[in-house]
């Protein structure tokens, strides 16, 4: 059985206490948001499962977003359609309803990532697309040097793709996205160029895993970060980073036709 919190948030993070500004920090990287839409490419009605504010939902479909919790449904733009008000585990809606199906940084967060993958496969008549990480990748990120413990909660988050592309059934092909420089989605590999955006507390905030460290281990964390950008030891190590447009890490596309 999913469990809600009182924002109605069906999964491990509560946006109820860290989707403030969510919106700001997290918005859809166009570079992205067009391998995305190619996925999707042939379809008219499409369900966004997790739509959060609703980034990456292109107007080039008929997109129904769904999204459980009501502070991200509050963040969603005018333009946008308002949000369906279910989980991915038991979405409402009949079996092929949809020419496809998507999701964006969310299937890690479900309850039930098998049970809402094979929901999604069930409304879905053509592909199911997923914007996910690789768990065996995440730690490689140099913030693992100075988070460990948020980059291992990371890694027990997300689904294998193994397991993802076994619940989606038919045919999976699984694609690796570059993450540009200047990444205007604020999840954590988008800083691998900019490190001095992860002092900043609200960025922190937009990434759901810093939420399950506690206060004191993410003020070490941080406090590392900051000593060795003003001593220049994190640019002995990266600096090289700072020059390199794209960053191939853990970031992949997941699309399942039947």
């Known amino acids: 059985m999913t469990t809600r919190a009182v924002d109605g948030s069906a999964g491990d993070a509560d946006y109820n206490r860290i989707g403030a500004g969510y919106s700001v920090h997290r918005r859809p990287e166009p570079r992205i948001a067009a391998l995305i ?6 379809a008219r009605t499409v369900v966004n499962v997790g739509a959060g504010a609703g980034s ?7 997109v129904t977003p769904v999204e459980p919790s009501a502070s991200m449904r509050a963040q969603r733009p005018a333009h946008l359609p308002p949000a369906v008000d279910a989980v991915a585990e ?42 996910t990480c690789d768990p065996a990748r995440v730690r490689d990120f140099w913030l693992y040097d100075y988070a460990p413990g948020v980059l291992d909660t990371e890694a027990r988050r997300y689904p294998a793709l193994d397991d993802i592309t076994a619940a989606l ?6 694609t690796p996205v570059p993450i540009p420089a200047d990444c205007v989605d604020g999840f954590n590999e988008a800083y691998y160029a900019r490190p001095e955006r992860l002092l ?6 937009s990434c759901s895993a810093w939420s399950f460290v ?23 190590r990266y600096g090289r980073l700072r020059r390199q447009p ?13």
């Not at 059934?169 to 699984?174: E, F, S, V």
Request: hydrophobic letters at 40%; a negative charge; charged letters at 30%.
């Open 214 to 236: 506690d206060a004191e281990q993410a003020r070490r964390s941080t406090e590392r970060l900051r000593a060795d950008l003003d001593s220049g030891a994190w640019d002995e």
């Open 90 to 131: 038991r979405l409402p809606f009949p079996d092929a309803s949809f020419d496809a199906a998507m999701t964006t940084f969310s299937v890690h967060q479900w309850s039930g990532p098998t049970e809402g993958l094979r929901e999604m496969r069930r409304v879905a008549r053509g592909p199911v697309v997923v914007l």
């Open 56 to 62: 990456y939902e292109s107007t080039a479909f008929d």
């Open 169 to 174: 059934g038919g045919r999976a092909d699984i």
């Open 246 to 258: 794209f960053l191939e890490g853990s970031l992949v596309l997941v699309r399942a036709v039947p």
């Open 200 to 205: 900043d507390p609200a960025a922190r905030q």
């Open 37 to 42: 839409e190619r996925a999707l490419a042939g």
